[in-house]
């Protein structure tokens, strides 16, 4: 495992939560958006279901938050615990048997981080 595939890894890792966070971010503004108008609009129809509207919106927009929290702890898994370098390390390691443990891991090869 090379200092060049760790770099790219953790770069392309970087890249990919952005843009987890950017669709979480996104995916929940258009949600909160749509569960609003539709409420609105159900209220203006008929007035006299109000209470009704408003707490399947409140329970909905609840449900629908729910979705950046998830994608923030998968974020947060591949950033502090990426699986990908742990794979790369045991392919690597099964591949090249006469290689100690020690002088392939991911702490020695990255500087002890």
């Given amino acids: 495992m090379t200092t060049e595939m760790l770099t790219t890894i953790y770069a392309y890792t970087a890249l990919g939560i952005g843009i987890m966070l950017a669709a979480a971010g996104l ?3 258009i949600g909160w958006g749509l569960i609003c108008s539709k409420a609105l609009e ?3 129809r008929q007035p006299e279901l ?3 509207l408003m707490t399947n919106l409140f329970i909905f927009a609840g449900l629908m938050e729910s979705f950046p929290f998830i994608m923030i702890a998968f ?3 591949f950033l502090y615990a990426n699986p990908i370098i742990g794979s790369l390390h045991s392919a690597l390691l099964a591949s090249a048997p006469h290689v100690s443990a020690v002088a392939a891991s991911p702490a020695h090869i990255s500087g002890g981080h």
């Fill in 27 to 29: 995916g929940s503004a």
């Fill in 42 to 44: 159900g209220i203006a």
């Fill in 50 to 52: 109000r209470p009704l």
């Fill in 75 to 77: 974020a947060m898994w």
